[in-house]
């Protein structure tokens, strides 16, 4: 195993860096240029008792976590998706257009595939350190 650590190291730390860009990339194109047409496609029951603006910044990223998880799990019924696609339930999925479809994608995928590789960064430097 130790002669794997090292590259198993410098792999998940690329991965990390590569998600937090991904991350901040997306999230800035969607929050500056396309969160008013994604809204506007998903017509999220929220904004009709008020504005996007209006929300704080975590019921912001409730909203699009909304629709991060309508356009990854469309079928499933339980827990946060589920919930999610009954929020949506008037939306298709596959009706949404790329150009809205990636930001979101990559604003969520990447902060849950970063936490994953963060952790695993951290459990190989407790392995690296223990040995």
């Given at each position: 195993m130790s002669e794997?650590?090292?590259v198993t190291l410098s792999f998940t730390?690329?991965?990390?860096?590569?998600?937090a860009m991904v991350f901040f990339?997306?999230?800035?194109?969607?929050?500056?240029?396309k969160i008013r047409y994604a809204n506007e496609l998903f017509k999220h029951p929220y904004l009709a008792?008020?504005?996007f603006n209006q929300y704080s910044f975590s019921i912001?990223?409730?909203?699009?976590?909304?629709?991060f998880l309508r356009i990854a799990f469309p079928r499933s019924?339980?827990?946060?998706?589920g919930n999610a696609n009954q929020l949506?339930?008037?939306i298709d999925p596959q009706d949404i257009p790329t150009n809205v479809?990636?930001?979101?994608?990559?604003?969520w995928g990447g902060c849950f595939i970063g936490m994953i590789a963060m952790l695993t960064l951290w459990a190989l430097l407790i392995i690296g350190i223990s040995k």
């Open positions: 794997y650590l090292p730390f690329t991965l990390f860096v590569t998600c990339v997306s999230g800035a194109y969607l929050l500056l240029f008792q008020r504005t912001k990223m409730t909203i699009v976590l909304d629709y019924k339980t827990w946060i998706a949506l339930k008037h479809k990636w930001p979101i994608v990559g604003l």
